[in-house]
């Protein structure tokens, strides 16, 4: 997915990814889980559809997410966030969650302002920051 034409157009790198840089990448994060945490979903245990990744930063946990583009305008891209929010929430308990969204990215935008995240002032010209606060307490 990392080199898809929509998941490109909507990323703030929009250049293609070398494959090996990025599986080196891709290596780090899975080995350090207590920065980086990551939930993919399947269609019949076997077939990924998407990701949902979170990353520590100094402000909290920074979500990143893309999903496979046979599965894109299906109404699955909120059941996707919320899922891994979900099993974020339990797994790490009190959290800030932000997202950064380039603003024509109208799909993202949506999903994250139905799922409860509020827009905050962004640092990044042509983009829009969003965070939601999650707690074990609020599980739903």
């Not at 490109?8 to 990025?22: G, L, V």
């Not at 399947?42 to 599965?71: H, M």
């Not at 891209?77 to 380039?102: D, M, Y």
Request: aromatic share 12%.
């Amino acid at each position: 997915w990392f080199n898809d034409k929509d998941v490109r157009d909507n990323s703030f790198n929009r250049i293609a990814i070398d494959h090996k840089q990025h599986q080196e990448w891709f290596q780090l994060r899975l080995s350090n889980p207590s920065r980086y945490k990551l939930y993919v979903a399947y269609v019949y245990e076997c077939i990924p559809i998407g990701q949902v990744r979170f990353e520590k930063t100094s402000a909290g946990w920074k979500i990143n997410y893309s999903l496979d583009s046979l599965f894109r305008g299906c109404g699955i891209g909120r059941t996707l966030v919320e899922g891994a929010i979900r099993r974020f929430q339990n797994e790490v308990g009190n959290s800030n969650i932000i997202a950064e969204v380039i603003v024509s990215n109208s799909r993202s935008t949506r999903i994250l302002e139905e799922i409860g995240f509020r827009a905050i002032p962004s640092m990044k010209k042509g983009s829009i920051c969003y965070c939601l606060f999650v707690s074990r307490e609020n599980l739903s």
